[in-house]
């Protein structure tokens, strides 16, 4: 279609919030060579949006897609950024197209100075060949046998809830931290990681902190300068490096050991025939350590407090949890007869996913939703603002996890991305999802869990979606029949 309908006049479209992109046509061009391009906001209106990304990114993110639609582009520090809100954008630039598209961003190098080069941050012919040797640890039928280790460790963590005093709240993300990075200890490395948890949780949170404040402070002072706020940081990759190393260290002293994740990188070889070098074990082994446990932490937290604020929803699961365990322990043959457990874990990936921003810089010229993408733009991708678009998902600021029971209402590809997707989808994926529903079968069968008074839940977006110093709850004991509330805490 010509724009200009051959007609020898110059036409200007401007967008409107959910149209097309501008588009500058002038007489005898045909669509193939019409500029685009995208709305934004600009001049003072630009510097006010500016000053809200740094105080509310997620809100920023939100305003600017309800307001400018499916692409929007404001230029940061003469840098073109876009963030793009449509599922078809999204599976451009993540799938279709993602080879013209890196993950050489700020974001990703900022984070490199905690996981290095490891999975997460690796780009190009080294991603792809680390990623084929470590695939193998999540094939669905290994991760069937790490259910076991699951559940007891959520067994594990209220046995200990059940030593504390009454009427103390828990801080609810803590205990989540903790109890991911047990499992994660023990399905991966095959070790026993509850004694260092909380110094290995406190490091991971001091270390992403660390990643935001430099990725929001373009005039940080260098690294090597030795101000508090660096030798803290130090100190938390030490703590993270000397855990790595007693991992390995202990494996290579016992020769042979368990067929799990460690072990993968231990006995891979290069097309050379060497192994894996240690700075590079060292990368993989924090990826996983960081990545494993802080976004299945940040969603079980959540979880349990949109139940706390939802108890309608909360009813029906406990009502499915008490029909199919009846107060025993829940094992991974049980998940697909708790598709309501399932659906609460879902709904609350959707409204708060851990990873909440994923970012790409554009290789070459591009064209996204019929916008022009110039080479070396920044893309920004937030599965906060995608999952929260009232056209993909009716009631979307609403806690409803029945959507994900209702298979005429499937939403688009890449309308529901929590773990990213295409070729760089998470390659723990289904690993978390195993890992929250069968923790949060566990840990509701036993305790109902309140917001403790006088704290309003506010959300950090840092690395991934934290609440804002904690969240602090009360719980209170249920029978296993769920028939009634035996103590409060």
Same mark, same amino acid.
């Given at each position: 279609?010509?724009?200009?309908?051959?007609?020898?006049?110059?036409?200007?479209?401007?967008?409107?919030?959910?149209?097309?992109?501008?588009?500058?046509?002038?007489?005898?061009?045909?669509?193939?060579?019409?500029?685009?391009?995208?709305?934004?906001?600009?001049?003072?209106?630009?510097?006010?949006?500016?000053?809200?990304?740094?105080?509310?990114? %997620?809100?920023?993110?939100?305003?600017?897609?309800?307001?400018?639609?499916?692409?929007?582009?404001?230029?940061?520090?003469?840098?073109?950024?876009?963030?793009?809100?449509?599922?078809?954008?999204?599976?451009?630039?993540?799938?279709?197209?993602?080879?013209?598209?890196?993950?050489?961003?700020?974001?990703?190098?900022?984070?490199?100075?905690?996981?290095?080069?490891?999975?997460?941050?690796?780009?190009?012919?080294?991603?792809?060949?680390?990623?084929?040797? %470590?695939?193998?640890?999540?094939?669905?039928?290994?991760?069937?046998?790490?259910?076991?280790?699951?559940?007891?460790?959520?067994?594990?963590?209220?046995?200990?809830?059940?030593?504390?005093?009454?009427?103390?709240?828990?801080?609810?993300?803590? /205990?989540?931290?903790?109890?991911?990075?047990?499992?994660?200890?023990?399905?991966?490395?095959?070790?026993?990681?509850?004694? /260092?948890?909380?110094?290995?949780?406190?490091?991971?949170?001091?270390?992403?902190?660390?990643?935001?404040?430099?990725?929001?402070?373009?005039?940080?002072?260098?690294?090597?300068?030795?101000?508090?706020?660096?030798?803290?940081?130090?100190?938390?990759?030490?703590?993270?490096?000397?855990?790595?190393?007693? %991992?390995?260290?202990?494996?290579?002293?016992?020769?042979?050991?368990?067929?799990?994740?460690?072990?993968?990188?231990?006995?891979?070889?290069?097309?050379?025939?060497?192994?894996?070098?240690?700075?590079?074990?060292?990368?993989?082994?924090?990826?996983?350590?960081?990545?494993?446990?802080?976004?299945?932490?940040?969603?079980?937290?959540?979880?349990?407090?949109?139940?706390?604020?939802?108890?309608?929803?909360?009813?029906?699961?406990?009502?499915?949890?008490?029909?199919?365990?009846?107060?025993?322990?829940?094992?991974?043959?049980?998940?697909?007869?708790?598709?309501?457990?399932?659906?609460?874990?879902?709904?609350?990936?959707?409204?708060?996913?851990?990873?909440?921003?994923?970012?790409?810089?554009?290789?070459?010229?591009?064209?996204?939703?019929?916008?022009?993408?110039?080479?070396?733009?920044?893309?920004?991708?937030?599965?906060?603002?995608?999952?929260?678009?009232?056209?993909?998902?009716?009631?979307?600021?609403?806690?409803?996890?029945?959507?994900? %029971?209702?298979?005429?209402?499937?939403?688009?590809?890449?309308?529901?991305?929590?773990?990213?997707?295409?070729?760089?989808?998470?390659?723990?994926?289904?690993?978390?999802?195993?890992?929250?529903?069968?923790?949060?079968?566990?840990?509701?069968?036993?305790?109902?869990?309140?917001?403790?008074?006088?704290?309003?839940?506010?959300?950090?977006?840092?690395?991934?979606?934290?609440?804002?110093?904690?969240?602090?709850?009360?719980?209170?004991?249920?029978?296993?029949?769920?028939?009634?509330?035996?103590?409060?805490?």
């Amino acid at each position: 279609m010509n724009c200009c309908g051959g007609s020898g006049i110059n036409l200007l479209c401007h967008r409107r919030p959910g149209g097309a992109c501008r588009l500058t046509c002038r007489s005898g061009l045909s669509s193939a060579l019409m500029k685009t391009t995208a709305p934004g906001p600009a001049g003072p209106d630009l510097l006010r949006q500016i000053r809200t990304i740094l105080a509310d990114p %997620l809100q920023f993110l939100l305003d600017s897609a309800r307001t400018y639609g499916d692409i929007v582009q404001f230029p940061i520090g003469g840098l073109a950024v876009y963030a793009v809100n449509t599922p078809d954008a999204v599976k451009h630039v993540l799938l279709d197209n993602h080879h013209h598209y890196s993950k050489n961003t700020l974001q990703y190098r900022t984070l490199a100075l905690v996981t290095g080069n490891g999975l997460l941050t690796s780009d190009g012919e080294f991603w792809l060949r680390q990623r084929r040797r %470590l695939q193998p640890a999540f094939h669905r039928a290994r991760l069937a046998g790490f259910g076991t280790a699951m559940t007891a460790a959520a067994g594990r963590m209220l046995e200990r809830w059940d030593a504390l005093e009454a009427d103390a709240p828990l801080d609810v993300d803590a /205990e989540m931290m903790r109890l991911a990075l047990e499992i994660v200890g023990q399905t991966l490395f095959s070790a026993d990681l509850s004694r /260092e948890a909380d110094d290995l949780a406190q490091a991971t949170l001091t270390a992403l902190d660390f990643i935001i404040y430099r990725a929001q402070t373009p005039l940080a002072p260098p690294l090597w300068l030795p101000t508090a706020r660096h030798r803290r940081f130090r100190a938390a990759l030490r703590t993270l490096d000397q855990a790595v190393h007693r %991992l390995v260290a202990a494996r290579r002293a016992d020769g042979a050991g368990p067929d799990d994740l460690l072990g993968l990188l231990l006995n891979a070889r290069g097309d050379d025939g060497a192994p894996m070098d240690d700075r590079q074990l060292r990368d993989e082994i924090v990826t996983l350590i960081v990545a494993g446990h802080e976004t299945v932490a940040s969603a079980l937290t959540w979880t349990w407090r949109l139940l706390a604020e939802n108890p309608a929803a909360e009813a029906r699961l406990h009502e499915e949890l008490g029909s199919v365990l009846g107060g025993r322990t829940p094992t991974v043959d049980d998940l697909p007869r708790l598709p309501y457990t399932r659906a609460v874990f879902d709904e609350a990936l959707r409204l708060y996913p851990p990873a909440w921003l994923i970012t790409r810089k554009a290789l070459k010229p591009d064209e996204i939703a019929g916008c022009a993408i110039p080479a070396g733009a920044l893309i920004i991708i937030s599965p906060y603002v995608v999952h929260r678009q009232p056209a993909l998902w009716p009631d979307a600021e609403v806690f409803r996890p029945e959507r994900f %029971l209702e298979k005429d209402a499937d939403a688009p590809r890449f309308a529901y991305l929590p773990f990213g997707g295409g070729p760089r989808l998470c390659i723990g994926n289904t690993f978390a999802l195993m890992e929250g529903a069968l923790a949060l079968a566990t840990v509701a069968q036993r305790y109902r869990l309140r917001l403790a008074p006088g704290r309003p839940v506010k959300v950090d977006p840092l690395v991934t979606l934290r609440p804002h110093g904690g969240l602090r709850m009360t719980w209170e004991r249920r029978s296993t029949t769920d028939g009634g509330r035996t103590r409060q805490r």
